[in-house]
């Protein structure tokens, strides 16, 4: 998946951080990585699932960074909750376990991002400073499987209209076509090809599907197409 490595924040906007993982040596670990960045500050750590909703109450962290296997409740219920208490605070998986069920239901539950445990220090403060902004970020590993799950899933239905979901992001009916064949994994040129159009044309709506979705990549917007619905017929998970 592409990286947009962002601008270094100024001390006023810095990005609060709360970690919530229950291994002492994890959490030792990625204490010491975070604050190896100047513009990311942890103000809390977490045990157990409770304890991070609890502090995502309290806290109001720009980003949790989230194990899944935690005690009490797991992480994934965690998630569910605190974006329903906190919206606006963003949720990092960061995990060893990279199941497919895993990531859908992380997904599913609100997560921004989903980022393994062997990633470079570099990628995780990157991952941390995307989703910070609301945005999607996924470990490139973890972006095909979803764009493979995705695609299985759509090349399975019927055609159809466009769902009136799409209609919120005032997407135009070509700019649907070209998220749907963005989702099943075709190129720029493919999708000209299919679609019986210049590539400059499909560079376009590209660049007009990121600006409506607000994100700043092709793997974002397939993300969150496929999380608010987008697809013909396909529910949002």
Not at 51 to 80: H, Q
Request: aromatic share 2%.
């Amino acid at each position: 998946m592409e990286k947009h490595e962002l601008k270094p924040k100024t001390e006023q906007s810095t990005i609060t951080v709360l970690i919530a993982e229950d291994q002492l040596i994890t959490r030792l670990g990625l204490r010491m990585v975070i604050e190896g960045f100047a513009d990311l500050k942890i103000v809390g750590e977490a045990v157990n699932g409770q304890s991070a909703v609890d502090l995502a109450k309290n806290l109001r962290p720009s980003v949790i960074v989230m194990d899944v296997g935690m005690p009490v409740i797991d992480g994934i219920e965690a998630t569910k909750q605190i974006k329903e208490l906190a919206p606006d605070t963003s949720v990092l998986i960061l995990t060893s376990h990279d199941h497919d069920d895993d990531v859908f239901a992380a997904l599913a539950a609100g997560a921004n991002g989903y980022c393994l445990k062997d990633a470079s220090k570099e990628t995780l403060a990157s991952a941390i400073r995307v989703v910070s902004h609301g945005a999607s970020w996924l470990d490139p590993a973890i972006a095909k499987r979803v764009l493979r799950a995705c695609t299985a899933q759509h090349s399975s239905r019927p055609s159809s209209t466009p769902d009136q979901k799409s209609d919120k992001f005032a997407l135009s009916t070509r700019e649907n076509e070209v998220l749907e064949l963005l989702v099943d994994g075709l190129s720029n040129q493919q999708m000209a090809e299919r679609l019986f159009i210049s590539n400059e044309t499909v560079k376009t709506h590209m660049r007009h599907i990121m600006e409506k979705l607000a994100v700043s990549d092709r793997t974002q917007a397939a993300v969150k197409a496929l999380r608010e619905g987008l697809l013909l017929n396909q529910p949002a998970i």
